[in-house]
């Protein structure tokens, strides 16, 4: 469907003048025209008189009301150009004082009003001619083919005003179109990376809060009772703060570096997984690690979302499970990351949360075209099993 024509905007777009300037200017030259034609005294029994003049001015005062009245317009120069001939006024013709009437109609879309209006002023103008035995050779052979091409000129010349103008709106309706799609592309990038940043700043924050909650608990009932425990708790607590400012720097280098297309993902890295079983066993659990394949070129984003789903289920466990035992094991085949996060804590329904973390693992999973169940354990404890894609992901 073609999107509708603002006439008017699309007239001063073209010719830098308001449309009424035009038509006003058309009005005058349609009038000096005709004007001109009936001082010329070309046959007619009746000479010119004011009101031969005011018919001219009639014609060219239509123009002033074409783009608002176009058919009527039409209609009302077929009945004054009757009106002139039958007080039998000079010969003005009849494509000159309907030309601009029949452009405008056809400009406006209305093809078959001009189209009719042309035959039926053809057929009644040769009817009348030969009722009053004008040569047929001459009529039909000379005046008959020249109106007509006169008439045919002004309608193809106003419908293909039209149509030109038709083609415009559609390219200016596409091009905004695009323009649109691509601001919304555009947002929708943003938006996504929001959303990633904000869960590796849940899965940061939240896993080293906990780890320095736990440590903060130590450290507080080892005072003055042993003080090597609570120093060892308190330096725990000094070096997750610091990974955490670290991550927290990255990400804030990130947001000021707008024209980085691959967001840096040194920290969130398999390679840096020795750091998060450091700190959970800082924290008091024994964290066995089964690795079967290479981790050696992993696709960035697998790569990334591994570590924050082994990080996030880490914290749930630190948080909710009472463990004191986690198994992980990282299965590399060439087609997928599989992780199995287990530990032999005690179970409970409200550790599946939306708070827990557990809804934004599976999010990762779910990007990348990848699975993640979160659910206890028949013996005992609660397990996390992932599968990430890898060639969905390169």
Request: charged share 20%.
């Amino acid at each position: 469907m073609q999107p509708p024509i603002d006439q008017e905007q699309a007239i001063k777009d073209e010719t830098h003048a308001p449309a009424w300037v035009l038509d006003l200017l058309l009005g005058i030259a349609v009038t000096l025209v005709i004007a001109l034609v009936i001082s010329a005294r070309q046959g007619g029994r009746q000479s010119p008189d004011a009101l031969a003049y005011l018919f001219a001015c009639a014609f060219g005062g239509l123009m002033l009301v074409r783009r608002r009245f176009p058919v009527a317009v039409l209609v009302l120069t077929m009945f004054l150009l009757f009106g002139y001939y039958t007080l039998d006024y000079p010969a003005i013709g009849l494509a000159v004082p309907v030309a601009a009437a029949l452009y405008s109609a056809a400009e406006l879309g209305h093809l078959t009003a001009s189209i009719v209006v042309s035959l039926l002023l053809i057929v009644v103008s040769t009817y009348f001619r030969l009722r009053e035995g004008q040569p047929v050779a001459y009529l039909l052979g000379y005046e008959l083919v020249s109106t007509a091409t006169l008439m045919a000129a002004a309608i193809a010349l106003g419908d293909s005003t039209r149509a030109r103008r038709a083609l415009l709106a559609a390219q200016k309706e596409t091009a905004r179109l695009i323009e649109q799609e691509h601001a919304y592309r555009a947002e929708q990038r943003v938006q996504a990376e929001r959303v990633r940043m904000a869960r590796d700043l849940h899965d940061t924050i939240g896993h080293s809060i906990s780890v320095i909650s736990l440590h903060a608990d130590v450290a507080r009932e080892a005072i003055g009772r042993d003080d090597e425990q609570a120093r060892q708790a308190l330096a725990q607590i000094r070096t997750t703060s610091s990974d955490t400012m670290r991550e927290l720097r990255a990400t804030v280098k990130l947001l000021r570096s707008p024209t980085s297309e691959q967001p840096d993902r040194s920290i969130a890295s398999l390679t840096n997984l020795s750091s998060l079983v450091q700190n959970a066993a800082a924290s008091g659990l024994q964290v066995e690690v089964h690795l079967h394949g290479e981790l050696a070129g992993l696709p960035g984003a697998v790569d990334t979302a591994a570590f924050r789903i082994i990080q996030e289920a880490l914290t749930n466990i630190i948080r909710h499970a009472d463990a004191t035992r986690v198994d992980l094991t990282i299965g590399v085949d060439g087609r997928a990351l599989r992780l199995q996060i287990t530990d032999n804590g005690a179970a409970r329904p409200g550790v599946i949360t939306p708070g827990s973390g557990i809804a934004g693992m599976r999010e990762r999973a779910r990007l990348l075209g990848g699975t993640l169940v979160a659910e206890p354990q028949a013996a005992g404890g609660f397990a996390v099993n992932a599968t990430l894609p890898l060639e969905d992901a390169q």
